[in-house]
């Protein structure tokens, strides 16, 4: 009791998150890691924060202790209503609303195409975050901050400012620019939006509303997943479109990087493998045989190399069969697993068959089977366009897994590349390449033969690699800071 009141007396202020996913309850990617790491995170610094995300078919009757916190007679077009409980350690917040999400197919579409209403879903699930955010809860729980994830968010901060006045402050996070939220200017009422409000200045977008804009012309900040990324969405190569508006509020722009749970990512303790740290090893070589078995291929002599990834454009994937010839006659092999465009999935079973004993793909979705694959492999190549801010080359990072990243975005932040001078000073962690082209990668991957050649350095690359700090302690100290400031 005396601990719980200590506790509630130290609390710094409440935040109300909303995003379309969150872990572990749904995950298309890594905006779901982010959204359900960051309110153990913030706690850990006196934060209280609670997330908000739509009950899609089957999520609420995963929820322990399920209570009713808020209830909506019509929520565009249908009852409404937000149940309260936890699901592993995490407290959450899911909007029921049954004509909205209750349906048999993604969270986002159905067989590769989007839902028709997803300007409505998304919007309904901003409408009740702003609605909570100026009223409150059934529980007496009222939050200091609203902050929206991506375009799915991104009319909270908006419906909170186009209504009566409150101390109440907002923030959204941009984890992709590539997904705006457009929708017809004809629904402008339908979206309880203010037609006063669809201008350049406002929610406009090229003839159209743009929800992820109007969030980021309302909220008090606008955060992006690294700094690297903050500066690129500045530039008309990366912001699609939305460039000039964020320069517009570069001084309200900062870029924190994400962590990763390195709880459950860490090689010491990872049930899916054999165990291993810096100072004992072999457990790594062991784990490598495994997963050459796993794929049936040969003897690998050089690198063995990973991809771990959603398979679309912004990814890169489509210049690794280009390089491969390359990469395999200098000793190298590869194993993808992901899924995604059916180009993209044809191209890397091709690329499979083409290579038989030193390129394996499995197409597929596969938590397991990811951590296999970084306990096991030597580099994990992340060839990204843009990338806001990536995980897998974290987890590399934690697994002594050489990330060979495009130096763009969050890769660009967080991989020390290999340069001489950072290779003699034992600083590199992994090997960084610019542009993102076939030239380019197929270097990076040269460079990659050759350090793993080299035992020893080899050995101080995995070393400095699983030294480097990939948790939450600096981010969540930086979101921390942020909303400290939009209160003071
Ligand atoms: P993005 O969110 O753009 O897809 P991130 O690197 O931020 O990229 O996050 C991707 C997350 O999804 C990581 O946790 C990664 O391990 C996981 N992931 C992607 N594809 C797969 C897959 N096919 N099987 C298992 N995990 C995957
Ligand atoms: C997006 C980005 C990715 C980032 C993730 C979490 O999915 O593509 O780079 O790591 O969001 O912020």
Same mark, same amino acid.
């Given at each position: 009791?005396?601990?719980?009141?200590?506790?509630?007396?130290?609390?710094?202020?409440?935040?109300?998150?909303?995003?379309?996913?969150?872990?572990?309850?749904?995950?298309?990617?890594?905006?779901?890691?982010?959204?359900?790491?960051?309110?153990?995170?913030?706690?850990?610094?006196?934060?209280?924060?609670?997330?908000?995300?739509?009950?899609?078919?089957?999520?609420?009757?995963?929820?322990?202790?399920?209570?009713?916190?808020?209830?909506?007679?019509?929520?565009?077009?249908?009852?409404?209503?937000?149940?309260?409980?936890?699901?592993?350690?995490?407290?959450?917040?899911?909007?029921?609303?049954?004509?909205?999400?209750?349906?048999?197919?993604?969270?986002?579409?159905?067989?590769?195409?989007?839902?028709?209403?997803?300007?409505?879903?998304?919007?309904?699930?901003?409408?009740?975050?702003?609605?909570? @955010?100026?009223?409150?809860?059934?529980?007496?729980?009222?939050?200091?901050?609203?902050?929206?994830?991506?375009?799915?968010?991104?009319?909270?901060?908006?419906?909170?400012?186009?209504?009566?006045?409150?101390?109440?402050?907002?923030?959204?996070?941009?984890?992709?620019?590539?997904?705006?939220?457009?929708?017809?200017?004809?629904?402008? @009422?339908?979206?309880?939006?203010?037609?006063?409000?669809?201008?350049?200045?406002?929610?406009?977008?090229?003839?159209?509303?743009?929800?992820?804009?109007?969030?980021?012309?309302?909220?008090?900040?606008?955060?992006?997943?690294?700094?690297?990324?903050?500066?690129?969405?500045?530039?008309?190569?990366?912001?699609?479109?939305?460039?000039?508006?964020?320069?517009?509020?570069?001084?309200?722009?900062?870029?924190?990087?994400?962590?990763?749970?390195?709880?459950?990512?860490?090689?010491?303790?990872?049930?899916?493998?054999?165990?291993?740290?810096?100072?004992?090893?072999?457990?790594?070589?062991?784990?490598?045989?495994?997963?050459?078995?796993?794929?049936?291929?040969?003897?690998?002599?050089?690198?063995?190399?990973?991809?771990?990834?959603?398979?679309?454009?912004?990814?890169?994937?489509?210049?690794?069969?280009?390089?491969?010839?390359?990469?395999?006659?200098?000793?190298?092999?590869?194993?993808?697993?992901?899924?995604?465009?059916?180009?993209?999935?044809?191209?890397?079973?091709?690329?499979?068959?083409?290579?038989?004993?030193?390129?394996?793909?499995?197409?597929?979705?596969?938590?397991?089977?990811?951590?296999?694959?970084?306990?096991?492999?030597?580099?994990?190549?992340?060839?990204?366009?843009?990338?806001?801010?990536?995980?897998?080359?974290?987890?590399?990072?934690?697994?002594?897994?050489?990330?060979?990243?495009?130096?763009?975005?969050?890769?660009?932040?967080?991989?020390?590349?290999?340069?001489?001078?950072?290779?003699?000073?034992?600083?590199?962690?992994?090997?960084?390449?610019?542009?993102?082209?076939?030239?380019?990668?197929?270097?990076?991957?040269?460079?990659?033969?050759?350090?793993?050649?080299?035992?020893?350095?080899?050995?101080?690359?995995?070393?400095?690699?699983?030294?480097?700090?990939?948790?939450?302690?600096?981010?969540?100290?930086?979101?921390?800071?942020?909303?400290?400031?939009?209160?003071?």
């Amino acid at each position: 009791m005396k601990e719980q009141r200590v506790q509630r007396q130290a609390i710094r202020g409440h935040v109300l998150s909303v995003a379309s996913e969150c872990v572990p309850l749904l995950k298309t990617g890594g905006l779901a890691d982010v959204v359900g790491a960051l309110p153990g995170a913030l706690a850990a610094r006196c934060w209280d924060m609670r997330v908000l995300m739509p009950a899609y078919r089957g999520l609420a009757a995963q929820l322990d202790g399920a209570e009713e916190v808020w209830t909506g007679k019509a929520l565009f077009g249908g009852p409404a209503m937000v149940l309260k409980g936890r699901v592993d350690e995490m407290e959450v917040m899911l909007l029921s609303a049954p004509h909205l999400y209750d349906r048999d197919g993604g969270p986002y579409g159905k067989a590769g195409a989007d839902y028709p209403d997803n300007a409505e879903r998304f919007a309904a699930l901003s409408w009740v975050a702003a609605e909570i @955010a100026r009223d409150g809860l059934g529980d007496g729980w009222r939050p200091d901050i609203l902050h929206a994830h991506d375009w799915q968010g991104g009319l909270a901060p908006a419906y909170l400012r186009y209504g009566p006045p409150t101390k109440v402050k907002s923030v959204v996070t941009i984890h992709n620019i590539a997904f705006q939220g457009l929708a017809p200017a004809a629904k402008l @009422a339908a979206l309880k939006l203010p037609a006063g409000e669809f201008t350049s200045k406002g929610l406009e977008y090229y003839g159209q509303i743009s929800a992820l804009k109007a969030g980021l012309v309302t909220a008090d900040a606008i955060t992006t997943v690294s700094p690297t990324y903050a500066e690129e969405l500045m530039r008309p190569e990366f912001g699609m479109g939305l460039q000039g508006v964020i320069a517009a509020r570069a001084a309200r722009v900062r870029g924190i990087l994400n962590g990763v749970d390195t709880a459950g990512w860490d090689p010491a303790a990872d049930s899916a493998a054999v165990p291993y740290d810096a100072a004992r090893m072999a457990g790594k070589a062991e784990n490598r045989k495994r997963l050459i078995a796993e794929f049936g291929l040969g003897d690998v002599p050089g690198p063995l190399a990973i991809v771990v990834s959603r398979l679309t454009g912004q990814k890169g994937v489509d210049l690794i069969p280009e390089v491969l010839e390359d990469f395999v006659a200098l000793g190298g092999g590869l194993v993808v697993l992901g899924t995604g465009d059916a180009a993209l999935e044809a191209a890397m079973r091709a690329a499979a068959e083409r290579f038989p004993g030193r390129v394996g793909v499995k197409i597929g979705y596969d938590e397991a089977l990811s951590h296999r694959m970084f306990a096991g492999a030597d580099a994990v190549l992340v060839p990204s366009r843009f990338e806001p801010c990536g995980l897998t080359q974290m987890y590399g990072l934690r697994y002594g897994t050489i990330p060979v990243v495009a130096a763009t975005g969050g890769l660009a932040d967080t991989v020390i590349t290999a340069s001489p001078m950072a290779v003699a000073t034992g600083a590199a962690t992994g090997i960084a390449f610019h542009p993102t082209d076939a030239l380019a990668l197929g270097q990076a991957l040269r460079r990659l033969c050759q350090l793993h050649a080299n035992p020893e350095t080899w050995a101080g690359l995995q070393g400095a690699a699983m030294r480097q700090p990939v948790g939450w302690e600096s981010s969540s100290a930086a979101y921390a800071a942020l909303y400290a400031e939009l209160l003071a």
